[in-house]
């Protein structure tokens, strides 16, 4: 069952892991930015000084790797948008166009870049915004088309520039509606995956827990046995049992119906829990059977526990509410001894129990 919901959980999306996702692939789309630009320089088509040009490259790996480390440092988790999507895109508009401007034959592969991260984006932003950027990147490519037109009238198409903007406004806007779509489906992902979670945490719940009281149940009071032996083994930290069992519980059913016999049942849980210390583990192991595991306690704690949980039991009284005046208890204690199996221990706690019934009910008895 354990595997089983943990199998499930992976199949939830994770923030963190996406979020690594995202700013892996920014930071790769500007790597692609980074070696056209460079193959562009050793043919002589960028035109820009070496001086200026190492300064953008490095500016712009500079806060390429700042981004990306705040991302995966998680500390962008708290932000309605934990991945900075339009401001990354805003800012990659503003280095693909500065770059556009110095290639004027290649003008078109380096701005086109911009659409794998308008691809990127898609994931977080929302389709009125994706629109916003691509008229914004429009504006952009037309601003630095015409610084260039202005400097370099002479070398350029003015007609050919033009048709390249126009299509290139054309594919943003489509890309960015289509962006639109994807968006909705993944807050649609999201919206599921949060309901998964919460199903995934009602699942984990039932199985452990006891339906009539709310307690541990058996499989779980088991897993803490065995994790205690663990402890037990391994660093010597003790661990003792109290196996409680009400008692004439038969005559509750009987004379009061069993309606009573679940009240006093769920009664008795709320007590126990109520007066337990943290750290104490206390489930249902069925019917009138309760087990009660104390870690960090030898023999001679543990019995202490049981005798102040049996005096405390013994002073509610049910009489006035028209069932039974009190319900009193039996209690088998059992400390871990080494390498004995949690069977064992068990088993011996169950030998005290048995103990206490035929000496008359009522006590703790070690076994
Ligand atoms: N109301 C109710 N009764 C239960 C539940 N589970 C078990 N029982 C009843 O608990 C009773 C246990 O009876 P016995 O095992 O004879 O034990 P007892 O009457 O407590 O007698 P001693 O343990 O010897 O003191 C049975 O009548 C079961 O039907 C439950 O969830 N609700």
Same mark, same amino acid.
């Given at each position: 069952?354990?595997? *089983?919901?943990?199998?499930?959980?992976?199949?939830?999306?994770?923030?963190?892991?996406?979020?690594?996702?995202?700013?892996?692939?920014?930071?790769?789309?500007?790597?692609?930015?980074?070696?056209?630009?460079?193959?562009?320089?050793?043919?002589?088509?960028?035109?820009?000084?070496?001086?200026?040009?190492?300064?953008? #490259?490095?500016?712009?790996?500079?806060?390429?790797?700042?981004?990306?480390?705040?991302?995966?440092?998680?500390?962008?988790?708290?932000?309605?948008? $934990?991945?900075?999507?339009?401001?990354?895109?805003?800012?990659?508009?503003?280095?693909?166009?500065?770059?556009?401007?110095?290639?004027?034959?290649?003008?078109?592969?380096?701005?086109?870049?911009?659409?794998?991260?308008? #691809?990127?984006?898609?994931?977080?932003?929302?389709?009125?915004?994706?629109?916003?950027?691509?008229?914004?990147?429009?504006?952009?490519?037309?601003?630095?088309?015409?610084?260039?037109?202005?400097?370099?009238?002479?070398?350029?198409?003015?007609?050919?520039?033009?048709?390249?903007?126009?299509?290139?406004?054309?594919?943003?806007?489509?890309?960015?509606?289509?962006?639109?779509?994807?968006?909705?489906?993944?807050?649609?992902?999201?919206?599921?995956? !949060?309901?998964?979670?919460?199903?995934? *945490?009602?699942?984990?719940?039932?199985?452990?827990?006891?339906?009539?009281?709310?307690?541990?149940?058996?499989?779980?009071?088991? *897993?803490?046995?065995?994790?205690?032996?663990?402890?037990?083994?391994?660093?010597?930290?003790?661990?003792?049992?109290?196996?409680?069992?009400?008692?004439?519980?038969?005559?509750?059913?009987?004379?009061?119906?069993?309606?009573?016999?679940?009240?006093?049942?769920?009664?008795?849980?709320?007590?126990?829990?109520?007066?337990?210390?943290?750290?104490?583990?206390?489930?249902?192991? =069925?019917?009138?059977?309760?087990?009660?595991?104390?870690?960090?306690?030898?023999? *001679?704690?543990?019995?202490?526990?049981?005798?102040?949980?049996?005096?405390?039991?013994?002073?509610?009284?049910?009489?006035?509410?028209?069932? $039974?005046?009190?319900?009193?208890?039996?209690?088998?204690?059992?400390?871990?001894?080494?390498?004995?199996?949690?069977?064992?221990?068990?088993?011996?706690?169950?030998? =005290?129990?048995? !103990?206490?019934?035929?000496?008359? !009910?009522?006590?703790?008895?070690?076994?």
């Amino acid at each position: 069952m354990n595997s *089983e919901l943990r199998q499930a959980e992976s199949l939830t999306f994770n923030e963190t892991r996406l979020l690594r996702r995202h700013g892996r692939s920014a930071v790769a789309i500007m790597g692609m930015h980074t070696l056209l630009c460079l193959v562009y320089y050793r043919m002589g088509a960028f035109q820009i000084s070496p001086q200026w040009g190492s300064l953008l #490259l490095g500016g712009l790996w500079v806060s390429m790797l700042s981004y990306f480390l705040l991302l995966i440092s998680g500390a962008t988790l708290r932000l309605r948008d $934990p991945s900075l999507s339009l401001p990354l895109i805003i800012y990659c508009v503003v280095v693909f166009m500065t770059s556009g401007y110095y290639v004027d034959e290649f003008r078109l592969s380096v701005v086109t870049l911009f659409f794998a991260v308008l #691809l990127l984006v898609s994931f977080q932003l929302s389709g009125k915004v994706m629109v916003g950027v691509a008229m914004f990147s429009s504006a952009a490519y037309a601003a630095m088309l015409w610084l260039a037109l202005d400097d370099r009238w002479v070398q350029l198409s003015f007609s050919v520039e033009v048709l390249q903007w126009l299509v290139f406004t054309m594919i943003s806007i489509s890309f960015a509606i289509t962006g639109g779509s994807i968006h909705r489906l993944r807050r649609n992902l999201a919206d599921k995956n !949060r309901e998964l979670a919460k199903g995934l *945490e009602q699942v984990r719940e039932m199985a452990i827990r006891d339906d009539l009281t709310g307690l541990f149940n058996r499989r779980h009071l088991l *897993e803490v046995l065995n994790r205690q032996k663990a402890l037990a083994d391994r660093k010597k930290v003790p661990f003792s049992v109290c196996y409680v069992d009400l008692d004439h519980f038969k005559q509750i059913n009987d004379h009061y119906g069993h309606e009573w016999g679940d009240r006093v049942l769920r009664r008795f849980s709320q007590v126990v829990i109520a007066d337990m210390r943290d750290g104490d583990y206390f489930g249902r192991l =069925g019917g009138e059977e309760f087990l009660l595991i104390l870690p960090q306690s030898n023999e *001679e704690g543990a019995l202490l526990v049981a005798e102040r949980l049996r005096k405390r039991w013994s002073q509610e009284q049910f009489g006035q509410e028209g069932g $039974p005046s009190s319900v009193s208890l039996s209690v088998g204690v059992a400390a871990y001894h080494d390498n004995e199996s949690v069977d064992d221990v068990l088993n011996r706690a169950d030998q =005290g129990l048995y !103990r206490a019934k035929s000496s008359g !009910r009522n006590q703790s008895q070690v076994a």
